[in-house]
Every structure is written in structure tokens, then in C-alpha cells.
């Protein structure tokens, strides 16, 4: 659904495994898309063949990210590497839940 | 389509629902037609794009404001969970890729904004309506809730036809919104009743925060009220009487002379304790369920919370364990010395919360909720005890566990309690080593077993809703068998006189907190029967209070006797009314 126009360059990527026992449910999503907001780089998530803009809360929430699902981050920016630090860190610390 | 019964030979009409926000209120019906949702489809040119795009960041920026408004109100009158529900709007609000989308559309399709508005959020609200989980896929009420607000602020109209009401008037709705129900003019809005809604809803949670009755799950009061019909709402009991009767008028009347008889003495009632004329004190709280309705329990007079139901903080989210800390400390703080009762989350049963995944039951009562389903995931239940511990530095906070069918669910318990203590321990946090612990007595297998359970814990409570329920197999939502619920069953008094007994062979003090406790007319009876402490809605906490105040204990020991003599729920009940009757004629009024 919400495609992105990957403009020329290779995007970094990251594969991350969603460890928080209720997956990505509202506050995780809003945790995760208020983190990606801080990056200029474009990130997408995707989840069995859905991408969803990592900026978007709706389409974060629509992917259904359960717990033990994996997804692959992808950044393509200026501060990709970084961004994909951050993110992957909120997953690995279990968005802060358990 | 008029469905709506004839109104000329002026027939009452009475409906019921589920009451969430108490009072009673009279006055003229204001019916809320359902929003005309058909977009109009206008072709638009290239030139027009700019233009159209410049209409759309304008009605962003007005729905940021209004979402801001509403959010900052209802923080101030209800705390930090509520606004939580506004800050999730806010991030739909903003979505990058919905923005994006409707930039691109409008380009590629030459539609106006309002139909490439309405045609991308609605494409995102069925995405998550479709969804398995139940709750992601309630969100789609919040994408569609903002799309409307972005619409009327596109068509220059501020807001819904709620905010045009000019005078007084009772609100009958198919459904209200949150913020529908957050932006309601109190000054204006007597009162509302809805077709849709449950007593968990943010709906119903918010209009008991602004203290406007109301009545939901009244399945097609939309269609049976006209505008205009006058209206009379009793929000405790969820009843709705369309053109009432002179007589009605007149017995709410009462019932209403009789309540500001009270609250006059509210104010001496509230700093006095509640004793008996002849000395006899104990210990009346009151039952909350977000931190912020411990200002309405101080309020009203109680000397605590003997309660607090901690599965409403999990109603949106799962809340971290500082979070969780917080809303603790912010009761603990307020109340001190005075104590709080914080009762582990009662998850599941009628509280089924779809972002905990919880898996279709059957039969939810008798299913994994409470502390089976807290037992069966230890790491999840130890964020919680954690912060309840941590929330104990002043020493007024006790903890209790809900749904005990076993004492070894107790020693369980315990068990993840001391884990959970020294995990703090090694952090270097503090907390009330000597903390005290509870259990909710409930199911009668735990009446039975109290000298097992006893040795483990330093209180009972006994919740009687469901002792009730589980006593007399019965469950009292369902019409066909609601006239079994008796509270004064001789099974119920029995076990309720066996509590306490074991509790004090034991040393343990034991508590009311079901509904029990908030009736007046069966308090005598639970004083009799040798309770050591009530916890009821903070409303009934006054009630309770005169009760007691005008009862004399040997009266009531008497009442105790008999009841425990008699076979005859009637018998009990007729002698509690006949009693209360006698020394405090005003709460039989009231409560009749």
C-alpha cells in the first residue's frame, strides 16, 4: 500500500526479530515511527512480502508484527546506519515492555 | 425510516442498558443523526492541485489544534491514560505515508481533496479492520473518527452537530466517539445514551471522568427517541424513561430530595468516621480504577482505596513498568497515610483486552483470566509486582491477588512476589520490605479453604459479585436468570460468615469490596456478620457511611444472627430493609 520511490542508491538493511511478548500493537508503533522521525533517511519495514513505510503508524500496525515475527528494516539516507541502530535496539530492547 | 413508538397518548416508555457514569437527569432529547459520510466528487486541473494541497495542510493544522484541545482538557480531568488515546490520534494524524499518498493522488487523479482524502484513509481503515487482532483492528474507529474531523474542518465546519447545541438537552446517539464524547459541553449536555458502548469503553471512561450520566449498550434507543421527547436517565441503574410518567417524575423527585438531603451532610459526613453510634469503627474505602478517581474518592469521604483495579490501565496499551510505578505512586502519594489496596490485574473474564492476545473462550468466567493467566506468564506479571513494590516506599500500599481457587496459586504467587523483590533488591531500588499481601476471596472453593490459604497471607477481601456468581451459578447479565442473584442466599451468608470467622482464628482482618458493600441496605448485615473493612464505588462511600452512622452494633450482630438462622434469601433481604428502614429511612428512599 504505501509504497516508497527508492531514489537511486543501495539501501542499507537490517533482518531484526520482534521479541516483545504482544508484538507491535499501538505504543510500539508509535515508539517506533516517533525514533524513525528523528532520521532524514527514508525506512521501510517489511514483513513477508508487505513494506510499509516506517514512518507510518498505520502502516506499521497493519503489517501485525507478532512476537517471534521477523522483519527486514531497510534505511537509505544520509544517517541510514544510524537510524538503523536506533531501531534495532527499540526491537531488541523489547520497546521498552517486558 | 421511523420506527419510533406513537408519542401522542403520552405512554412511558422504559429501556434499559448498561449504566457507566452515574446521576440522574431529566430534560429534552437531542438525537444525533448518524454523519452523512458520501464525499461529493469534483474533477479538478493540474492548476488546481496547490490549491487544493494549501485546503489540506490548513484542515491538518485546524484537527492538530482541536486534537491538542481535547487532549489537554481531558489530561487535567482524568490523567495521563486518557491522553494517551489522543497522543496514538495525533501520530494518524501526521502518517507520512497517508500524507504521501494523498499528494500523490491528487496529482495522478485530478479528484479534489476531500474525495482523495476519503479515499485513502478509508482504503488504510478497512486494511485495519480487517486484521486479526482485535485490537489493531478497533484502530480503523480511530482512522475513520480523524478522517470526519479533517473533512468537516475541510468544509469549514469547526465541528459536529454536538458542538451546535444550544440549550440543555440529553444526547441519544447510535455511538459517540472519545472525542466526540471528550469535546461534550457539560454545561449543555445533561446526560447521553447510546446504542453501542460497554462499560470499558473509552467512551464510558470518559463521560464518568466528566461526570455526565450516561447509558450504553441500549441497542436501538437511536430509533425509538424523537427529537424532543422528554427524557428521564437514572445512569447508576442504565435505564432511560421516554416520556415519563407524572408519578416517575415524582418518585425521582424524591429519590433526588433525598440525595441532596444526604449531600448537605456530606460535609459533616466526610471527616467523620465511620462508626457506629455505640463505638464501633471500621475502616471505609473506596473502589477506583484509573489513579486520577482517587480525588473522587477522597471527596466523597473514604478513608482509602480498598480496591484499586489495575486492569484499566491496561485498557490501551501495556503499560512499561515505570509507567505502572507512576500511576501507583500517584494513588500512594495522594492517599497517604491513608492506604491503597492494589489488586493484580483481573485480565479476562468480561475485560477480554485484544492487544494481550487473549485466545477466544468459551466460558471467559471460568477460563484463563486474573491470576491463572498472570501465573502462566511470570516474567509479565513481575513487571508488575515490581512496580507495586516500588510504588510502596511511603508503607500505605497492600497488594492483592484476584480469582484464588487454590492456596497453591497463592504460595505461587508469593513466590514470583519474593522474585520480584529481590530484583529490585539487586538493583539498589526501594521498597516496603514488610508489604503487606492479600487475596480477593471470591470463589467459594477459597471460602472454604481460607485456614489453607490463611497462613500465606495477612488479609481476605471477598468479592461478592462473583461469589455470588459462582455460588449460585448464576450469571446475572443474562435476563433469563437474573432473578437467582441473590446476594442474601443462605449459601452466600455462610460463606461470608466462614471468611471472616477463619480470618480471625488466624489474626487476619477481612474485607468486603463487591457490590455488597456500596448497598446500604445489606452494610448492617455485613457488620453484623463481623466484617472488618468495606470498599465500595465512591459515590455509594457517603451512603455507607450515614448507614453505619445510625446503626447501633448490637443491632446489627442481631441482624447477622438471624440471617444465619433463616433459610430465606427473602427473609434476610426483607429484614435489612425493614432494619435500615428504622434508623435511616432517608437511604431507603434513596436506594428503593
Avoid at chain 2, 459517540?176 to 464510558?204: C, Q, R, W, Y
Avoid at chain 2, 433526588?256 to 462508626?275: K, T
Avoid at chain 2, 443474562?478 to 461470608?496: D, G, R
Wanted: net charge negative.
Amino acid at each position: 500500500m504505501a509504497d516508497e520511490s527508492n531514489s537511486g542508491g543501495a539501501a542499507l538493511t537490517r533482518e531484526v526479530t520482534i521479541q516483545n511478548r504482544f508484538g507491535i500493537h499501538a505504543r510500539p508503533a508509535a515508539l517506533f515511527v516517533k525514533t524513525a522521525n528523528r532520521f532524514q533517511s527514508e525506512i521501510a519495514v517489511e514483513k513477508g512480502g508487505q513494506r510499509v513505510s516506517g514512518k507510518s503508524i498505520i502502516g506499521l500496525m497493519t503489517i501485525e508484527g507478532y512476537q517471534g515475527a521477523s522483519l527486514r528494516l531497510s534505511a537509505h539516507g544520509p544517517d541510514a546506519t544510524e537510524a538503523l541502530d536506533a531501531l534495532e535496539d527499540l526491537v531488541l530492547q523489547k520497546f521498552f515492555e517486558d | 425510516m421511523d420506527i419510533a413508538p406513537p408519542s401522542t397518548n403520552g405512554d412511558e416508555l422504559e429501556l434499559k442498558g448498561v449504566g457507566v457514569s452515574p446521576g440522574i437527569v431529566s430534560g429534552p432529547a437531542f438525537v444525533l443523526a448518524p454523519e452523512e459520510d458520501a464525499v461529493v466528487v469534483r474533477d479538478i486541473t493540474a492548476a488546481d492541485v496547490p490549491r487544493e494541497l494549501q485546503r489540506y495542510e490548513q484542515a491538518l493544522v485546524a484537527t492538530r489544534q482541536q486534537i491538542r484541545d481535547l487532549q489537554h482538557r481531558m489530561t487535567e480531568s482524568m490523567g495521563k491514560e486518557s491522553a494517551e488515546i489522543f497522543e496514538a490520534h495525533l501520530l494518524m494524524l501526521e502518517d507520512r505515508a497517508i500524507y504521501d499518498e494523498i499528494v500523490r493522488m491528487l496529482g495522478t487523479d485530478l479528484k479534489n481533496i476531500e474525495f482523495v482524502l476519503h479515499e485513502v484513509t478509508d482504503r488504510y481503515a478497512t486494511a485495519l479492520r480487517n486484521l486479526q487482532d482485535e485490537y489493531l483492528s478497533e484502530r480503523a474507529v480511530d482512522v475513520r473518527d480523524i478522517a470526519r474531523r479533517l473533512l468537516r474542518n475541510l468544509a469549514g465546519r469547526s465541528s459536529s452537530a454536538l458542538a451546535e447545541i444550544s440549550t440543555p438537552c440529553i444526547i441519544i446517539a447510535h455511538d459517540l466517539s472519545p472525542t466526540e464524547t471528550a469535546g461534550l459541553n457539560k454545561a449543555k449536555v445533561l446526560g447521553f445514551a447510546t446504542d453501542l458502548g460497554s462499560p470499558t469503553s473509552h467512551t464510558a471512561i470518559m463521560a464518568r471522568a466528566l461526570g455526565i450520566p450516561a447509558v450504553v449498550g441500549m441497542h436501538d434507543i437511536s430509533l425509538r427517541v424523537a427529537a424532543g421527547d422528554p427524557l428521564l436517565v437514572d445512569g447508576q441503574h442504565g435505564l432511560v424513561f421516554v416520556r415519563p410518567a407524572a408519578e416517575r417524575i415524582e418518585r425521582y423527585a424524591r429519590k433526588r430530595r433525598a440525595q441532596s438531603a444526604i449531600r448537605e451532610r456530606f460535609n459533616v459526613l466526610r471527616d467523620q468516621p465511620a462508626m457506629t453510634l455505640d463505638g464501633y469503627h471500621l475502616p471505609l474505602a473506596a473502589n477506583i480504577e484509573l489513579p486520577a478517581d482517587v480525588e473522587v474518592a477522597i471527596a466523597n469521604g473514604a478513608d482509602g482505596v480498598g480496591l484499586f483495579r489495575t486492569e484499566f490501565l491496561f485498557l490501551n496499551n501495556v503499560p512499561t513498568e515505570d509507567e505502572q510505578t507512576e500511576a501507583y505512586l500517584q494513588v500512594a502519594r495522594r492517599l497517604a497515610p491513608a492506604t491503597a489496596i492494589i489488586r493484580t490485574m483481573d485480565i479476562g473474564g468480561d475485560k477480554f483486552i485484544g492487544h494481550l492476545k487473549m485466545p477466544q473462550q468459551v466460558n471467559p468466567f471460568m477460563g484463563w483470566r486474573a491470576i491463572r493467566f498472570c501465573l502462566a506468564q511470570p516474567e509479565f506479571f513481575k513487571v508488575q509486582l515490581r512496580a507495586i513494590l516500588r510504588a510502596s516506599t511511603l508503607k500505605n500500599i497492600k497488594i492483592m491477588y484476584p480469582m484464588i481457587s487454590n492456596v497453591k496459586e497463592v504460595i505461587e504467587a508469593n513466590r514470583l512476589l519474593d522474585e520480584a523483590k529481590n530484583e529490585l533488591a539487586g538493583r539498589g531500588v526501594e521498597f516496603d520490605q514488610d508489604i503487606e499481601v492479600g487475596v480477593m476471596i471470591e470463589i467459594p472453593s477459597a471460602a472454604l479453604t481460607a485456614d489453607l490459604i490463611a497462613p500465606h497471607v495477612r488479609f481476605f477481601s471477598i468479592g461478592t459479585n462473583d461469589l455470588v456468581q459462582y455460588t449460585l451459578a448464576v450469571d446475572r447479565v443474562n435476563e433469563l436468570v437474573s432473578n437467582l442473584y441473590e446476594p442474601t442466599h443462605p449459601a452466600i451468608i455462610k460463606l461470608i460468615k466462614h471468611t471472616i470467622d477463619v480470618g480471625h482464628e488466624f489474626g487476619l482482618w477481612t474485607g468486603v469490596c463487591g457490590e455488597m458493600a456500596g448497598n446500604p441496605l445489606l452494610v448492617p448485615l455485613l457488620v453484623g456478620l463481623g466484617v472488618d473493612e468495606l470498599s465500595c464505588n465512591a459515590p455509594g462511600v457517603p451512603l455507607v457511611k450515614d448507614v453505619i452512622r445510625s446503626l447501633r452494633f448490637a443491632q446489627a450482630e442481631e441482624l447477622g444472627l438471624a440471617a444465619l438462622r433463616s433459610g430465606s434469601a427473602e427473609e434476610v433481604l426483607a429484614n435489612c430493609r425493614a432494619l435500615v428502614g428504622k434508623i435511616a429511612p432517608e437511604i431507603l428512599e434513596l436506594v428503593e
